[in-house]
T-cell receptor, first 111, second 112 residues
Framework: GESVGLHLPTLSVQEGDNSIINCAYS??????FIWYKQESGKGPQFIID?????DKRQGQRVTVLLNKTVKHLSLQIAATQPGDSAVYFC??????????FGTGTSLTVIP | DTAVSQTPKYLVTQMGNDKSIKCEQN?????MYWYKQDSKKFLKIMFS???????INETVPNRFSPKSPDKAHLNLHINSLELGDSAVYFC???????????FGPGTRLTVL
């Protein structure tokens, strides 16, 4: 079955520092990966995605890195701000167009 | 102009009851999903549906059934509610030709 896991359930960073959230996936056939941000009381919100033919993709203050050799995904947030405090999920899409989510990492930004 | 909306936002009910949660998307997407998020924030896919195919996660009890009156709606019916059904349920939609999902705000279901 599908399995997407995160290494750290919680992460605290100082405002202005960079944050790194890690994720391991198990299905080597997955070819599409997404990071979502979920704020309290809201639904998950798309942040950034990456396809398996890439190893890095950058957005505004966020970068996703994909290491297919070890089936590892990471999300880097530059200059973390208080508004970045949320739960972050990685997800993979299987060949049936279904999405499987990891367990989530709670990011707390300390002012 | 909410993209994906769900009603109700909160639902409290007794064990054994039958309830429905409604979902509507105004994005013109062709695929919709239902997810269950437990108390530990774990998000698990329950169904994906487009006008051609319903894919059911095999771990979902048959007490749960999606109903799609039209392309913009995918409602979730739950029969004989159990305590373990308490969770937050999220609807999402996506255009099959792209990959980005848009989630609704969630419905918190509490079964007493």
């Amino acid at each position: 079955g599908e399995s997407v896991g995160l290494h750290l359930p919680t992460l605290s960073v100082q405002e202005g520092d960079n944050s790194i959230i890690n994720c391991a996936y198990s299905n080597s056939a997955s070819d599409y990966f997404i990071w979502y941000k979920q704020e309290s009381g809201k639904g998950p919100q798309f942040i950034i995605d990456i396809r398996s033919n890439m190893d890095k993709r950058q957005g505004q203050r966020v970068t996703v890195l994909l290491n297919k050799t070890v089936k590892h995904l990471s999300l880097q947030i530059a200059a973390t701000q208080p508004g970045d405090s949320a739960v972050y999920f990685c997800a993979e899409m299987n060949t049936g167009n279904q999405f499987y989510f990891g367990t989530g990492t709670s990011l707390t930004v300390i002012p | 102009d909410t993209a994906v909306s769900q009603t109700p936002k909160y639902l409290v009910t007794q064990m054994g009851n039958d309830k429905s949660i409604k979902c509507e998307q105004n994005l013109g997407h062709d695929t919709m999903y239902w997810y269950k998020q437990d108390s530990k924030k774990f998000l698990k896919i329950m169904f994906s549906y487009n006008n051609k195919e319903l894919i059911i996660n095999e771990t979902v009890p048959n007490r749960f059934s999606p109903k799609s009156p039209d392309k913009a709606h995918l409602n979730l019916h739950i029969n004989s509610l159990e305590l373990g059904d308490s969770a937050v349920y999220f609807c999402a939609s996506r255009q099959l030709s792209t990959d980005t999902q848009y989630f609704g705000p969630g419905t918190r279901l509490t079964v007493l």
